[in-house]
């Protein structure tokens, strides 16, 4: 769709500078501009406007015609403001300050954002999240729409999005602390579909289950599922049996006074990766460059001081 204006900022340039200085030959060298590139620009400003803003005197240079002068305080006033919006914009792309929506998984929220907001506070005092915690297939959407420039998420459920990784988490199983399963060692799938498996009853997370039964020919088992994580681990637990996750927590009890524990996975199952996600040609601002600055220290940490899984993932199950 045209604007309807057909002039640029550029035209309005040469124009206030030609008739500031009231040569055309002057006003080209202050520009780094031919004279007949400047003189040209203002004639088509000109004609685009309807009505002469110069008077051409041979070898006196130029002066302003009465329309010229009308309108040399508008130009002059329309150029502040487009320099004030590019000096915004610079700001937005290079300071760690203002307000920046992010994105956030919403079964990884509770384990890395309080991190993430108590080292914000401490490292960009000025930097204001605004965090949306949602499913995967919602993210997508708040980051197609520009409502948040990133979503902290995973490899396998960031779409089309540019992903940026922070770190590599292996799946693991989790069981009731008594559960004598897996004392020896890392554990199959086939010996763990034996009992049902506990996950989030999202569509994604059903999904992944499905493909990674599926990839290690292993039949899905009866599945129960739960709106959170805490609600997942409490079921744990309680022994209505076992659950995927990714991430380690650090408590191995949960909140009705239940424990878990976890177990690895034996076989060849690919990794996760944690990170963030964003528009494919979105160039990340400063704001977006301090909060991934936040996240990597805090999943750094998170990963050095941790006891056991906290996201029930159905992981990566491969193409």
């Known amino acids: 769709m045209s604007d309807g204006l ?6 309005l340039r040469y124009f206030v500078v030609s008739a500031e200085v009231g040569n055309i030959s002057e006003a080209a060298e202050q520009l780094c501009a031919s004279q007949s590139t400047v003189s040209s620009a203002v004639m088509r400003l000109e004609r685009q406007l309807g009505v002469q803003l ?3 005197h041979h070898a006196r240079g130029v002066s302003l015609t009465p329309s010229g002068r009308h309108l040399l305080r508008e130009a002059r006033d329309l150029l502040g403001r487009a ?3 590019k000096a915004r914009g610079d700001a937005l792309a290079g300071d760690a300050a203002g307000r920046l929506d992010v994105g956030f998984l919403a079964s990884l929220a509770p384990f890395l954002l309080p991190g993430v907001h108590q080292l914000t506070r401490q490292r960009y005092a000025d930097l204001r999240l605004t965090v949306h915690e949602e499913p995967a297939d919602r993210l997508a959407a708040l980051l197609g729409d520009g409502r948040c420039e990133l979503a902290v998420t995973y490899d396998f459920l960031a779409g089309d999005a540019r992903f940026h990784a922070l770190a590599e988490l292996p799946l693991h199983a989790v069981l009731a602390d008594g559960d004598p399963l897996g ?6 799938l086939a010996e763990l579909a ?11 997370d059903i999904r992944h289950a499905e493909k990674l039964f599926a990839n290690a020919g292993v039949p899905l088992p009866q599945v129960i599922g739960a709106a959170s994580v805490e609600t997942v681990r409490g079921l744990v637990a309680a022994g209505s049996g076992f659950a995927l996750m990714y991430q380690r ?3 191995t009890t949960t909140l009705d006074g239940g424990r878990v524990r976890t177990v690895g996975i034996a076989g060849d199952l690919p990794p996760a990766c944690l990170g963030v ?6 160039a990340m601002s400063g704001r977006g460059m301090a909060f991934l600055d936040v996240l990597g220290s805090t999943v750094r940490a998170s ?6 899984p906290a996201h029930p993932a159905l992981g990566r199950a491969g193409p």
Request: aromatic fraction near 2%; glycine fraction near 12%.
């Open 6 to 11: 057909g002039f640029s900022l550029a035209q």
């Open 54 to 56: 110069l008077l051409r």
């Open 83 to 85: 320099r004030n919006l």
């Open 183 to 188: 004392g020896s060692g890392p554990l199959e």
């Open 194 to 204: 034996a009992r049902p498996l506990v996950t989030l009853n999202t569509p994604d």
């Open 249 to 251: 927590s650090r408590a």
């Open 277 to 282: 996600a964003m528009m494919p040609g979105l």
């Open 303 to 308: 990963r050095s001081g941790s006891a056991e």
